[in-house]
């Protein structure tokens, strides 16, 4: 790469740094939850069965009811609880409160 174009590169990459630390325009509307995005269990156990359906299956999700919910310092903590005649682990799911963002997903071996 020949000295202007690596000049070029660089100026380009400060440009973007310096337009993504700006954020996104301040015109942009968007909702806030008072309560949160998961503002009770009800809603925690529906995301948790949402996204870990597709990773271990809806059946085997379903398998470890009834769920484990505790909310602890606004984050959610979803998990399984393992059926008398089977052998394993369950998982583990733990959500914001504020805006349902997933924060670990684990499963016990």
């Known amino acids: 790469m020949n000295s202007f174009s690596s000049k070029a590169l660089l100026a380009f990459l400060i440009l973007q ?5 700006q954020g996104a325009p301040t015109t942009l509307h968007s909702i806030v939850q008072k309560e949160g995005f ?3 269990q009800d809603v925690a156990i529906q995301i948790a069965e949402a ?3 597709p990773i271990y299956g809806a059946e085997s999700i ?4 009834p769920y484990k ?10 998990s ?23 924060i670990r997903i684990t499963h016990g071996q």
Not at 17 to 21: I, R
Not at 62 to 65: L, R, V
Not at 69 to 78: A, M
């Open 51 to 53: 996204v870990l359906a």
């Open 17 to 21: 740094g310096s337009l993504a630390a």
């Open 62 to 65: 379903a398998e470890q009811k």
């Open 38 to 40: 998961v503002p009770n």
């Open 69 to 78: 919910v505790d909310l602890t310092n606004n984050v959610w903590t979803v």
């Open 80 to 102: 399984g609880t393992l059926p008398h005649n089977m052998r394993g682990g369950v998982f583990l799911i733990q959500l914001s409160k504020k805006d349902a963002r997933i």
